[in-house]
């Protein structure tokens, strides 16, 4: 089993199917996967697959971000957050005041990797980028993994992938991961 200095990470959290409060815009959301509770989410072995010293990049749903939920899971996996990646979205959707209009990231870290100071978003950064990929759901963009690369060394996992990328080792029912959690059998 690989041990990996960068792991990025969007699980699949215990969302709602159903978006809009009723009327002419309410709409399901197409989600192609089983969810995982709260606490099946911490229960992963991430941690061990970290190196004693490396990077984390959580994606996350604004609600269990603003509540905490987001940073208890990073701890849970032996990270302690440090900041965060706000990734604005092109076509947000149905919106509004309060909408989709944004994904956070939380960046975490463990041991003594530390962040590039002249490359790292300063706190908050509104960072736009459009979905490359059509409308897969969770599909992580090309320029974010690039903004990655970029921060952190490798090796490299994404967990939860939709799709595979050269020079990274993922996990994921779409992805036909290279990664293995510990505990599975190869």
């Known amino acids: ?12 959290w215990p ?5 809009g409060a009723g009327g002419r815009r ?20 991430v941690e061990g697959l970290a190196e004693d010293s490396a990077h984390l990049y959580l994606w996350t749903t604004r609600k ?13 996996w032996g990270f302690e957050p440090k900041g965060e990646i706000i990734w604005g979205l092109r ?4 919106g509004g005041f309060l909408g989709n209009g944004h ?3 939380l960046l975490a870290s463990r041991g003594r990797l530390a962040w590039p100071k002249n490359k790292l978003p300063g706190g908050v950064e509104f960072w736009r980028q459009a979905y490359l990929h059509g409308k897969d ?9 690039d903004h990655v690369e970029g921060l952190s060394p490798e ?32």
């Open 26 to 45: 309410a709409r399901a959301t197409e989600v192609p996967y089983a969810f995982l509770s709260i606490e099946e989410i911490k229960a992963l072995p």
């Open 103 to 105: 994904e956070p990231v």
């Open 15 to 19: 969302i709602t199917r159903r978006m």
């Open 137 to 145: 759901h969770s599909t992580k963009p090309d320029a974010f993994l």
């Open 1 to 12: 089993m690989n041990r990996y200095r960068t792991i990025v990470a969007d699980p699949p």
């Open 64 to 76: 269990l971000f603003r509540e905490g939920t987001a940073a208890e899971v990073a701890r849970a």
């Open 155 to 186: 090796p490299r996992v994404e967990l939860f992938a939709r799709r595979a990328r050269f020079g990274w080792d993922y996990y994921g029912d779409e992805s036909l991961g290279t990664a293995l959690m510990p505990g599975e059998a190869a």
């Open 91 to 94: 076509n947000p959707g149905m």
